[in-house]
């Protein structure tokens, strides 16, 4: 996998073939990534806190945001995190496969300089739980 430049702010979008994909990406990266993520994980009771704790396990410094469609703080969020030279990622679909494109990538890029880096992730598994075998 080519990760973007460590020393620039990148906005990582990626298909969406399971819920495995964003812990996946998290254990990969050099670089903490904060995540845009749907508020039904982002703040359940459950998930949260475990997402959280996952990323303290593996160490990369990578956390999440809530991306409440109709709402601009998570994308604002996401800009002050590209501001500051970090990693942003989304998976536009806005869930497993759903086949549809949610805006927030197009508005990040008109908002910052940061580039957009495609990554195309391809699983293997059963339903929503596939295991990325290939990232690029």
């Keep these: 996998m080519i990760w973007p430049p ?3 702010a990148a906005i990582i979008i990626a298909n969406h073939t399971s819920l495995l994909d964003g812990p996946a990406l998290a254990w990969m990266t050099p ?9 039904a994980y982002s703040r359940h009771p459950f998930w949260r806190p475990a997402m ?22 998570g ?3 996401l800009v002050r ?6 990693w942003v990622c ?6 497993v496969s759903t086949g549809r494109r949610y805006p927030g990538v197009d508005w990040l890029a008109r908002r910052t300089p940061a580039p957009v880096h495609e990554l195309h992730i391809k699983g ?7 295991w990325p075998v290939s990232i690029h």
């Excluded at 995190?81 to 970090?86: K, M, V, W, Y």
Aim: aromatic content about 8%; hydrophobic content about 40%; glycine content about 18%.
């Design 81 to 86: 995190e590209l501001e500051a030279g970090g």
């Design 90 to 95: 989304l998976f536009p679909e806005g869930g």
């Design 124 to 130: 293997k598994g059963f339903g929503k739980l596939r």
């Design 31 to 39: 670089k903490p990534i904060l995540f845009g993520v749907d508020p």
């Design 52 to 73: 959280l704790a996952y990323a303290r396990l593996i160490g990369t410094g990578c956390t999440m945001v809530p991306m409440q469609p109709g709402s601009l703080r």
């Design 75 to 77: 994308l604002r969020a």
């Design 6 to 8: 460590l020393d620039h």
